[in-house]
């Protein structure tokens, strides 16, 4: 077949898929369906390879090409316009046809002459008839109404970065650029930015359905649920009052639907006919990283044609889109639209450098949209320098999966490393101390004024993992089961039966999280890595390594969002301000560990070879060893999952894992070596019966077979394959070497954070003493301290909170702790507002030590009472002792105590001020007076 008849037999099968009816002009029978494609047609320029006729009416051309001539085909534009304005044999007045092809079957290439500035673009197959005759039959196209139909955007209720992307985009689509990429941080809105655009594409610019891409199932869920939330603002009505919106959960696409939510794994099923598993949905790609290289290519599919969407939005786009996924972008004629929070060169190169709009981390916490965050360290010595396991340490040995033990000696000396950590050993002291750790820290150095433990989130390095980490949570915090959650889709496995057993609810235990007091802990693999919103999460502990930069930054977005004080309190009650920041804990050495832009697959670590293997590798042939390696990798292979098989069979030749045993045990069999010491007898013409062979026949007929069996294991590749196979499946448990802690403090970056803050409020108060009136009461001379007052105090407080300071007093007083430890008291006791009068006048240089303001309070009461005592006759008595430190517990939460406060609180409660002025007498003004000058200075 000539390379030309081989492109006509590929158009003429894609014609035939989607829809069209392909005839030669000798067959012309244009009433044979509603889209006949017709070869050879004439014209007054020559026969058209193709001419597409909708409803009998020409419409389009194809100019098939051979299939070598891809690279060229943008060459013969030319040629298929001239086809498109000639005069079509037997039809007079017709006007230009408006569709046009190129093709050599296997690459296809589209223009509409109906666009403004019309444009080549490749497509993955050709239109249906169907579509051809909607496009026709419109007044304008999409790309037209996106170039001239699109209205302002009213600005109300979207942040100005919000506003950018909108229109940053809707200016890239005017332009019919194909791809857009909408880089914004983690927190701002992403979301409801494109469920704006996706209302504007639909309302204005008529678009037909919009696909919304998510690549796991609780981000689509997510998403479903700010469309029904979301209300326009030109309507009303809510958007899902508007516009029919489709969380596919089947591969059938509601013909109704504007909007369809899809994982990209369900979207790739549908398109390639490669069954789904459900379960796969609720892993992130970053996890499942490359799709298996014997999947199936996508497929036309004649009931998700490619003309299904017009556009496409790839939530958090950045981990979806690089290798067989990709193909379900390919597949559709559609714009694409990125959102991401971390791009890295893949991202641009794959949008073609077409950023329409970039807001920043750094500029979301400006704004007050984001926090910050500091870096705590932990270090043990075994996370750092690993342990050594001696031969015959009698130990527990656990299935990775079932979690089942035995308790067994280790075969032989086993030094293991921080990267073996929770996968071929479990050391529970290691886990223990790292948790320990993080109690102390959080307690007493990071939030030391809460009285409950912050909403913390761990990440593990695998299910398995994650069980560990909370079961010694648990008991560090002498906490029960309702503390500490598992978030996860995945369900467990019962140890004594090996069966899936129903976990608990994920989306419920998410919930609780986010919402209310229980769980104050949760540990996850992946789940909520990404993506998912936690606003009160104020700390983030990372017990798993990320060597993916992007997926990183996506991991510690988690703990980004900010949060309102009110909020914050619903779950926090002894959160005493909005979130001001999050504490990143690194006991892996995450934050110094080499990223790289594309994250590559993890590789398990090399390990030592099982003696068996090792045996049989040098040459050993007895019986005990080739049996005893057969019988282990016969229980082996009943414990490994699919595609460890499969590797396996991959690297032995073809030779599956059951194969390899079943040789090695029949090896020794002696029927099987009798009847091979024959067929060599035979095969040397010499006749015996099995009685009559020797010695030596049998043994050489055993030795081949044992050496044909054992040929497998001289490829070292194979046996270091088994071997990982096995510790990955299995797990040490070293409860032998004990670990400890060998650092936990704060990092070096948050060291700098906290110098940055001290700067901020000392160049703050330089720059404003002028404007806060507490700050000219500072600044001013000695006799003005009388005039401070709780309402000054108030005052400059919320003017160092708000963005983009904020500036809190707890974080003010964790800053000069990390820069100025020495000088600094009280780390451990629950910040008051009036502590901001301690912070300035340290920060002036008034005071050489930093003191919680009540603390100093005491001590000044302490001193005036001595001095009191001693110009007076007598001393007050108990009575009036109890009044005074009444006042002074006032002042030392107020700043200050004038005759009205006695109506309040605890003043009150003792009998106001007539029970006072019954104590003191006429005394008490000057008191007051004198105490407010004296215990404030």
Not at 236 to 265: G, M, W
Not at 874 to 898: G, N, Y
């Given at each position: 077949m000539t390379?030309?008849?081989k492109a006509r037999?590929?158009i003429?099968?894609?014609l035939?898929?989607?829809?069209?009816?392909?005839q030669?002009?000798?067959?012309?029978?244009?009433?044979?369906g509603?889209?006949?494609a017709?070869?050879?047609?004439?014209?007054?320029?020559?026969?058209?390879?193709?001419?597409?006729?909708?409803d009998?009416?020409p419409?389009?051309?194809i100019?098939a090409k051979?299939d070598?001539?891809?690279a060229?085909?943008?060459a013969?534009e030319?040629?298929?316009e001239?086809?498109?304005?000639?005069t079509?044999?037997w039809?007079?007045g017709?006007?230009?046809l408006?569709f046009l092809y190129?093709?050599t079957?296997q690459?296809?290439?589209f223009?509409d002459?109906a666009?403004?500035a019309?444009?080549a673009?490749?497509?993955f197959?050709f239109?249906?008839?169907?579509t051809?005759?909607?496009?026709a039959a419109q007044?304008?196209?999409?790309?037209?109404?996106l170039a001239?139909?699109?209205?302002?955007?009213p600005?109300?209720?979207?942040?100005d970065?919000?506003v950018?992307?909108v229109t940053g985009?809707e200016?890239s689509l005017?332009a019919n650029?194909?791809?857009?990429?909408?880089?914004?941080?983690?927190?701002?809105g992403?979301?409801?930015t494109?469920i704006?655009s996706?209302y504007?594409?639909l309302?204005?610019?008529?678009?037909?359905?919009i696909l919304?891409l998510?690549d796991?199932?609780?981000?689509?869920?997510q998403?479903h649920?700010e469309?029904?939330a979301?209300?326009?603002?030109?309507?009303?009505?809510?958007f899902t009052?508007?516009?029919n919106?489709?969380?596919?959960s089947s591969?059938?696409?509601?013909?109704h639907?504007?909007?369809?939510?899809s994982?990209?794994?369900?979207?790739y099923?549908?398109l390639?006919?490669?069954?789904?598993?459900?379960s796969?949905?609720?892993?992130?790609?970053n996890?499942l990283?490359?799709?298996?290289?014997?999947?199936r290519?996508?497929?036309?599919?004649?009931?998700?044609?490619?003309?299904?969407f017009?556009f496409i939005v790839?939530d958090e786009?950045h981990r979806s889109?690089y290798?067989?996924?990709k193909?379900?972008l390919?597949?559709?004629d559609?714009f694409l639209?990125?959102?991401?929070a971390?791009?890295?060169?893949?991202?641009y190169g794959?949008f073609n450098?077409n950023v329409v709009a970039?807001?920043?981390?750094e500029q979301?916490?400006?704004d007050?949209v984001?926090?910050g965050y500091?870096?705590?360290?932990i270090e043990t010595?075994i996370?750092?320098?690993?342990a050594?396991?001696?031969?015959?340490?009698?130990?527990?040995?656990r299935?990775r999966?079932?979690?089942a033990?035995?308790w067994?000696?280790?075969?032989e000396?086993?030094?293991?490393?921080?990267t073996d950590?929770?996968?071929?050993?479990?050391?529970?002291?290691?886990?223990?101390?790292?948790i320990?750790?993080m109690?102390?820290?959080?307690e007493g150095?990071?939030?030391?004024n809460?009285?409950e433990?912050?909403?913390?989130l761990i990440f593990a390095k695998?299910?398995?993992?994650?069980?560990?980490?909370?079961?010694t949570v648990?008991?560090?915090y002498?906490?029960?089961?309702?503390?500490?959650?598992?978030v996860t889709?995945?369900?467990?496995?019962?140890?004594?039966t090996g069966k899936p057993?129903?976990?608990d609810d994920?989306?419920?235990?998410?919930a609780?999280f986010?919402?209310?007091?229980h769980?104050?802990?949760a540990v996850?693999?992946?789940?909520?890595a990404t993506g998912t919103?936690v606003?009160?999460l104020?700390?983030?502990?990372?017990m798993?390594?990320v060597r993916?930069?992007?997926?990183?930054?996506q991991?510690k977005g988690r703990?980004?969002?900010?949060?309102d004080a009110e909020s914050l309190?619903k779950?926090s009650?002894?959160a005493d301000?909005a979130?001001?920041?999050f504490v990143l804990i690194d006991?892996v050495?995450v934050?110094k560990?080499l990223?790289?832009e594309s994250?590559p697959l993890?590789?398990?670590?090399?390990?030592s070879?099982?003696?068996?293997?090792?045996?049989i590798?040098?040459?050993?042939?007895d019986?005990?060893?080739?049996l005893?390696l057969?019988?282990?990798?016969?229980?082996?292979?009943k414990q490994?999952?699919?595609?460890?098989?499969?590797?396996?069979?991959?690297?032995?030749?073809?030779?599956g894992l059951q194969?390899?045993?079943?040789?090695?045990?029949q090896?020794?069999?002696?029927?099987?070596?009798?009847?091979?010491a024959l067929?060599?007898a035979h095969?040397?013409?010499?006749?015996?019966?099995?009685d009559?062979?020797?010695n030596d026949?049998?043994?050489a007929?055993r030795?081949?077979?044992?050496?044909?069996?054992?040929?497998?294991?001289d490829d070292?590749a194979?046996r270091e394959?088994?071997?990982?196979?096995?510790r990955e499946r299995e797990?040490?448990?070293?409860?032998?070497n004990?670990?400890t802690?060998t650092?936990?403090?704060?990092a070096g970056q948050?060291?700098?954070?906290?110098e940055?803050?001290?700067?901020?409020f000392?160049?703050?108060?330089?720059?404003?003493r002028?404007?806060?009136a507490a700050l000219?009461?500072f600044?001013?001379?000695?006799?003005?301290?009388?005039?401070l007052?709780f309402?000054?105090?108030?005052?400059?407080?919320d003017?160092?909170?708000?963005?983009p300071?904020?500036l809190?007093t707890?974080?003010?007083?964790?800053?000069?702790?990390r820069?100025?430890?020495s000088?600094?008291?009280?780390n451990?006791i629950?910040?008051?507002?009036t502590d901001?009068?301690?912070?300035v006048?340290?920060?002036?240089g008034?005071?050489?030590?930093?003191?919680?303001?009540?603390?100093s309070?005491d001590?000044?009461f302490?001193d005036?009472v001595?001095r009191?005592n001693?110009r007076?006759?007598?001393?007050?008595t108990?009575?009036q002792?109890?009044?005074?430190r009444l006042v002074k517990d006032?002042?030392a939460?107020?700043?200050?105590i004038?005759?009205?406060?006695f109506?309040?609180?605890?003043?009150a409660?003792?009998?106001?001020?007539?029970?006072?002025?019954a104590v003191f007498?006429?005394?008490?003004d000057g008191l007051l007076?004198e105490?407010?000058?004296?215990?404030?200075?």
């Amino acid at each position: 077949m000539t390379p030309e008849a081989k492109a006509r037999q590929l158009i003429d099968q894609k014609l035939e898929s989607a829809g069209w009816v392909v005839q030669d002009m000798k067959q012309l029978n244009l009433g044979a369906g509603p889209g006949v494609a017709v070869r050879e047609y004439p014209t007054d320029t020559g026969p058209a390879d193709y001419l597409l006729f909708v409803d009998r009416q020409p419409v389009g051309v194809i100019e098939a090409k051979r299939d070598d001539a891809g690279a060229n085909l943008s060459a013969h534009e030319t040629q298929t316009e001239r086809y498109a304005n000639a005069t079509l044999k037997w039809r007079k007045g017709e006007l230009p046809l408006r569709f046009l092809y190129e093709s050599t079957g296997q690459i296809i290439f589209f223009t509409d002459g109906a666009d403004p500035a019309p444009r080549a673009r490749e497509l993955f197959h050709f239109f249906r008839p169907k579509t051809l005759a909607d496009w026709a039959a419109q007044s304008d196209t999409l790309r037209r109404r996106l170039a001239e139909q699109m209205p302002p955007l009213p600005a109300r209720n979207l942040r100005d970065c919000q506003v950018s992307a909108v229109t940053g985009l809707e200016k890239s689509l005017a332009a019919n650029k194909p791809r857009a990429l909408v880089h914004m941080a983690t927190g701002a809105g992403k979301t409801f930015t494109a469920i704006t655009s996706v209302y504007r594409l639909l309302k204005f610019g008529g678009a037909k359905r919009i696909l919304f891409l998510v690549d796991t199932r609780n981000l689509g869920k997510q998403a479903h649920q700010e469309f029904m939330a979301y209300t326009p603002p030109d309507d009303a009505r809510k958007f899902t009052e508007l516009y029919n919106v489709q969380r596919l959960s089947s591969s059938a696409i509601d013909p109704h639907a504007q909007v369809c939510i899809s994982t990209i794994q369900r979207m790739y099923s549908i398109l390639s006919g490669e069954p789904i598993d459900e379960s796969a949905e609720d892993i992130s790609l970053n996890e499942l990283g490359q799709a298996p290289s014997q999947a199936r290519l996508v497929q036309y599919n004649p009931k998700v044609p490619i003309e299904e969407f017009d556009f496409i939005v790839i939530d958090e786009c950045h981990r979806s889109i690089y290798n067989l996924w990709k193909q379900v972008l390919d597949y559709f004629d559609a714009f694409l639209i990125g959102l991401t929070a971390t791009p890295d060169q893949r991202t641009y190169g794959f949008f073609n450098e077409n950023v329409v709009a970039e807001y920043s981390y750094e500029q979301s916490v400006v704004d007050g949209v984001n926090v910050g965050y500091d870096v705590y360290e932990i270090e043990t010595d075994i996370s750092r320098a690993g342990a050594m396991l001696e031969a015959k340490e009698w130990i527990d040995h656990r299935d990775r999966q079932t979690r089942a033990r035995r308790w067994a000696q280790t075969e032989e000396d086993t030094a293991y490393t921080a990267t073996d950590l929770d996968k071929s050993v479990v050391n529970p002291s290691q886990i223990r101390q790292v948790i320990q750790a993080m109690k102390a820290a959080v307690e007493g150095k990071i939030f030391p004024n809460r009285t409950e433990t912050p909403k913390t989130l761990i990440f593990a390095k695998t299910d398995s993992h994650a069980d560990d980490i909370i079961r010694t949570v648990r008991e560090v915090y002498g906490q029960g089961n309702a503390f500490c959650k598992k978030v996860t889709y995945r369900a467990g496995i019962d140890a004594d039966t090996g069966k899936p057993v129903p976990g608990d609810d994920a989306d419920s235990v998410l919930a609780s999280f986010r919402n209310d007091y229980h769980p104050r802990i949760a540990v996850t693999v992946d789940m909520i890595a990404t993506g998912t919103d936690v606003k009160p999460l104020e700390v983030l502990l990372f017990m798993r390594d990320v060597r993916s930069r992007g997926y990183y930054e996506q991991m510690k977005g988690r703990g980004v969002r900010s949060l309102d004080a009110e909020s914050l309190k619903k779950v926090s009650n002894s959160a005493d301000s909005a979130k001001t920041h999050f504490v990143l804990i690194d006991a892996v050495g995450v934050e110094k560990s080499l990223k790289t832009e594309s994250r590559p697959l993890e590789k398990k670590p090399t390990v030592s070879l099982d003696n068996l293997l090792k045996g049989i590798a040098v040459g050993a042939r007895d019986e005990d060893t080739v049996l005893s390696l057969g019988n282990r990798l016969v229980r082996l292979g009943k414990q490994l999952d699919d595609k460890a098989l499969a590797r396996i069979k991959q690297a032995s030749g073809g030779i599956g894992l059951q194969d390899l045993a079943r040789g090695l045990v029949q090896a020794l069999d002696p029927d099987r070596i009798t009847a091979d010491a024959l067929d060599a007898a035979h095969a040397a013409g010499i006749t015996r019966s099995a009685d009559s062979l020797s010695n030596d026949e049998l043994d050489a007929a055993r030795r081949q077979r044992v050496a044909t069996a054992c040929q497998p294991f001289d490829d070292p590749a194979l046996r270091e394959l088994i071997e990982a196979a096995r510790r990955e499946r299995e797990q040490l448990i070293d409860t032998i070497n004990i670990d400890t802690v060998t650092r936990s403090e704060y990092a070096g970056q948050a060291q700098a954070n906290a110098e940055a803050v001290v700067r901020q409020f000392s160049d703050y108060l330089r720059e404003h003493r002028d404007q806060i009136a507490a700050l000219g009461f500072f600044y001013a001379q000695p006799y003005r301290r009388r005039a401070l007052t709780f309402d000054m105090i108030e005052d400059l407080h919320d003017a160092l909170q708000r963005p983009p300071l904020m500036l809190t007093t707890e974080r003010l007083w964790s800053a000069y702790a990390r820069v100025q430890e020495s000088k600094v008291k009280g780390n451990g006791i629950r910040r008051q507002l009036t502590d901001l009068v301690s912070l300035v006048r340290f920060a002036l240089g008034m005071d050489e030590e930093l003191r919680p303001f009540a603390e100093s309070v005491d001590k000044r009461f302490a001193d005036w009472v001595f001095r009191h005592n001693a110009r007076r006759a007598t001393a007050f008595t108990p009575e009036q002792m109890a009044w005074l430190r009444l006042v002074k517990d006032h002042i030392a939460s107020s700043c200050r105590i004038e005759r009205e406060d006695f109506d309040y609180a605890q003043l009150a409660d003792k009998g106001g001020l007539q029970k006072a002025w019954a104590v003191f007498g006429e005394e008490l003004d000057g008191l007051l007076v004198e105490m407010n000058e004296e215990l404030v200075a």
